[in-house]
């Protein structure tokens, strides 16, 4: 009896050291993207979220080419999610901000873009302005956008006909916010 209580107390251990493992989430690692998209040395992942939400598109004549229109972003709409599926806080724009729950907020300098795929909107690597408010958004130096699906400018026509038409397409992308360490 006392060997069986043994070998399942063990099996027990095992399965719950498993399962404890599967809900930990793997450090961001930035191997993959361009160096133009990667964060100097010195900083520190601070929060990984999950944006989805909707661009605004809208057609437009072309400034500098008589004749010519095309869909141009408007703004973005969308929820900022952990990893679990919790709220953590939105982006929209212009001027494009990231919003945590608790109010602290940030705008920022694009300093790089790098393609995302057929259909995704490029990836994006932006400087962060300091933060208004206190809270989460406090102290974040960069935001990446990372594996991005969908968002991409419209396919249907734009003329003259919809000058001023709005097109709401749906997308996803990850956001990862690093804070000098």
Same mark, same amino acid.
């Given at each position: 009896?006392?060997? &069986?209580?043994?070998?399942?107390?063990?099996?027990?251990?095992?399965?719950?050291?498993?399962?404890?493992?599967?809900?930990?989430?793997?450090?961001?690692?930035?191997?993959?993207?361009?160096?133009?998209?990667?964060?100097?040395?010195?900083? $520190?992942?601070?929060?990984?979220?999950?944006?989805?939400?909707?661009?605004?598109?809208?057609?437009?004549?072309? &400034?500098?080419?008589?004749?010519?229109?095309?869909?141009?972003?408007?703004?973005?709409? =969308? &929820?900022?999610?952990? $990893?679990?599926?919790?709220?953590?806080?939105?982006?929209? %724009?212009?001027?494009?901000?990231?919003?945590?729950?608790?109010?602290? &907020?940030?705008?920022?300098?694009?300093?790089?873009?790098?393609?995302?795929?057929?259909?995704?909107?490029?990836?994006?690597?932006?400087?962060?302005?300091?933060?208004?408010?206190? %809270?989460?958004?406090?102290?974040?130096?960069?935001?990446? $956008?990372?594996?991005? $699906?969908?968002?991409?400018?419209?396919?249907? =026509?734009?003329?003259?006909?919809?000058? %001023?038409?709005?097109?709401?397409?749906?997308?996803? =992308?990850?956001?990862?916010?690093?804070? =000098?360490?």
């Amino acid at each position: 009896m006392m060997i &069986k209580t043994t070998l399942a107390a063990a099996t027990l251990l095992a399965l719950t050291a498993c399962a404890s493992n599967m809900g930990a989430p793997a450090m961001y690692s930035q191997a993959m993207l361009p160096d133009s998209m990667q964060v100097p040395a010195g900083h $520190r992942v601070a929060m990984e979220t999950v944006g989805v939400g909707e661009i605004t598109y809208e057609c437009r004549a072309d &400034k500098d080419m008589a004749g010519k229109y095309a869909w141009v972003f408007a703004g973005p709409d =969308a &929820k900022l999610m952990s $990893r679990g599926g919790q709220q953590l806080g939105k982006y929209y %724009g212009p001027p494009a901000t990231w919003e945590a729950m608790d109010g602290s &907020k940030i705008t920022g300098k694009q300093l790089a873009v790098s393609p995302g795929g057929d259909g995704n909107i490029p990836l994006q690597f932006v400087q962060a302005n300091p933060a208004m408010g206190v %809270g989460a958004m406090s102290g974040v130096t960069y935001i990446q $956008r990372v594996k991005t $699906r969908g968002g991409v400018a419209p396919a249907s =026509a734009c003329g003259m006909a919809n000058v %001023g038409a709005k097109q709401i397409v749906n997308y996803q =992308a990850d956001y990862i916010f690093w804070k =000098a360490a």
